[in-house]
């Protein structure tokens, strides 16, 4: 069941469109984070929903109900910000109850609740600690309490974890995944990160210049970038035109064997760095640098023709610097990416 839909939404600052025409739709229980790099409108749709933004087009419906006359408070969600903006001058039980106490709820029945919140974030008799004196991962977890506080029937998440170091970046969004799982929360929540959001995420929606270039699985985005510009997004740098023809592409990297059933003529290639191999005969290429990632090497490679490609090695005789290898091409990490 369909509990948030934004319809046809725009807004626009002037002339220029934030965001334009977006149709999406989060299920409940539902997880979804909308990716985009700076300027895409990734915050602002999320404002919008919040109903800290009017739309200039468009509606935004919970629940079937639209909300173009609901204000902030009425609208039943949840929002955390990437700075947490606790209450200084409250402590823990005090930040974690104002929602509660804002909806008149009576103190003994709301410090049930807190105490019920803080053990399920994690922090378990942290009522009365000062948030001055909570690291940057507790003060997060303050502020997740806080937004669950009200019981919120979606809850929208601003870059959460974005001031956070990547140890513990890593550790909280599992946390955060078997929590809203385990509550049933529906989640829209908004980052730059792909690793955070496709950790956390039932569905990604990749947005470009205010549109959605994207929407499907983490693994369906993973495996199918639908545009040279979602590739790119995701990191890969091995893209280049091909022309495709009788299941394989001409390239400036030589002939590569392409999926069956791919579309033919002038096509953009993404060749993933796994799919860029050692082999006996092939693209002779110059070793340029190489980078331990813990499981594998990466390789950026210099080929005889063509520009510098990215590859994946194991960790047992990985080249070094200043060799010269030659590569193939695997066919199972070649994606022929839709045309613009």
């Not at 999320?46 to 639209?66: E, F, N």
């Not at 890593?170 to 959001?197: I, K, M, N, P, Y």
């Not at 199918?224 to 592409?249: D, H, K, M, T, Y």
Request: proline share 6%; hydrophobic share 45%; net charge neutral.
């Amino acid at each position: 069941m369909t509990l948030l839909e934004l319809a046809g939404v725009s807004v626009r600052f002037g002339e220029r469109a934030v965001v334009d025409a977006v149709d999406l739709e989060v299920a409940e229980h539902e997880v979804v984070c909308v990716l985009g790099p700076s300027g895409s409108g990734k915050s602002t749709l999320l404002r919008v929903v919040a109903g800290l933004q009017p739309v200039s087009a468009g509606r935004v419906l919970l629940d079937g109900a639209d909300q173009a006359r609901v204000p902030v408070h009425r609208r039943g969600v949840g929002l955390m910000f990437q700075d947490h903006q606790l209450f200084p001058h409250r402590d823990v039980a005090g930040n974690v109850a104002f929602g509660l106490r804002v909806r008149g709820s009576a103190r003994g029945a709301y410090e049930a609740k807190v105490a019920q919140l803080l053990e399920l974030v994690g922090l378990p008799g942290a009522q009365g600690r000062s948030v001055a004196s909570l690291s940057g991962g507790e003060q997060q977890r303050v502020a997740l309490a806080r937004a669950l506080a009200p019981s919120p029937r979606l809850l929208m998440l601003d870059e959460p974890l974005g001031q956070l170091d990547r140890g513990l970046r890593e550790r909280l969004v599992v946390e955060l995944r078997e929590l809203f799982s385990r509550l049933g929360t529906t989640v829209l929540a908004v980052t730059h990160d792909q690793g955070e959001a496709f950790a956390l995420a039932d569905r990604v929606v990749v947005m470009q210049d205010g549109r959605i270039a994207q929407a499907g699985t983490p693994l369906e985005v993973w495996q199918r970038p639908a545009s040279e510009f979602v590739a790119r997004f995701l990191g890969f740098e091995n893209v280049i035109p091909a022309v495709v023809s009788g299941g394989a592409a001409a390239t400036a990297w030589g002939r590569v064997q392409v999926p069956a059933g791919s579309p033919e003529g002038e096509q953009t290639l993404l060749i993933r760095p796994a799919g860029v191999v050692q082999a006996a005969a092939g693209l002779r290429c110059d070793v340029l640098a190489r980078t331990f990632r813990g499981t594998h090497v990466a390789l950026r490679l210099r080929p005889e023709a063509g520009p510098e490609l990215e590859a994946e090695c194991g960790l047992a005789g990985a080249p070094g610097v200043g060799d010269r290898v030659a590569v193939a091409f695997s066919p199972a990490e070649v994606v022929v990416l839709p045309a613009a």
